[in-house]
């Protein structure tokens, strides 16, 4: 499974931006895909998940702000985030699940600055 990230870039506090994340493989078939995010320094933590019946789930600290959505005929799931904050800003990275093993896509760089 190889998952390809887009999306990142900088935008203002306040602002929003949405990631891309597409999949080689036919999404149905994964257990679930979601979205992480390491800040410098900090460990990886996650962000969204969305599960292969479609139900999204997010930790309460995300919950609210960001909201995570697939697309199945085009193999892709997106993050829409809205008021970014400057504590934002990590790079963010796809991750899908199939059976036990688990993928990563290459991280994309959010900044959130004025």
């Known amino acids: 499974v190889q998952l390809q990230a887009s999306g990142g870039g900088v935008v203002q506090p306040g602002g929003s931006l949405t990631l891309s994340c597409a999949a080689s493989?036919?999404?149905?078939?994964?257990?679930?895909m979601g979205w992480y995010r390491q800040a410098p320094g900090q460990q990886r933590d996650m962000v969204a998940l969305i599960y292969s019946q479609g139900t999204p789930s997010y930790p309460d600290s995300m919950r609210g702000r960001f909201a995570i959505s697939r697309d199945v005929v085009k193999n892709t799931i997106s993050l829409q985030m809205s008021s970014l904050q400057p504590e934002d800003t990590a790079v963010y990275y796809c991750?899908?699940?199939?059976?036990?093993?688990?993928?990563w896509g290459q991280g994309t760089q959010v900044t959130v600055s004025s």
């Open positions: 493989v036919d999404i149905s078939s994964l257990s679930w």
């Open positions: 991750r899908a699940q199939r059976g036990g093993l688990g993928y």
